[in-house]
């Protein structure tokens, strides 16, 4: 069998908006919520279908997915990184998962 050159993986920041669904975590007021994410993938579309599935499992409810690239492509576009984020993305990248940073939950103003 011939050796394939292994594709590296890289760790994606995304952001994914959320709807609600039972037992999803998110605060009972809530109407959805906004979730950054760092995943692991070969390309960005593998970091994104990985952390959608991730997101069912746990019940959650994804509707839309951002995509910001990866480390590199976000210093080029002149996002600043925080120490704090770096050691998140490295965590991504060790353990092949997707990590959860943040999470902000949407309440309709009424």
Do not use: C, W
Request: aromatic share 4%; no cysteine; hydrophobic share 40%.
């Amino acid at each position: 069998m011939a050796d394939k050159p292994k594709k590296t993986q890289q760790v994606y920041t995304l952001v994914v908006e959320v709807g609600r669904k039972a037992g999803d975590g998110l605060p009972r007021e809530a109407t959805g919520a906004a979730l950054m994410l760092y995943a692991s993938g070969v390309d960005e579309a593998e970091a994104v279908r990985e952390s959608v599935a991730v997101l069912k499992q746990a019940d959650m409810a994804p509707l839309d997915v951002q995509g910001y690239g990866t480390l590199e492509e976000r210093r080029e576009q002149g996002h600043e990184i925080g120490e704090d984020e770096l050691e998140l993305m490295q965590r991504a990248a060790d353990e092949n998962a997707v990590i959860v940073a943040q999470m902000t939950p949407f309440f309709d103003k009424e």
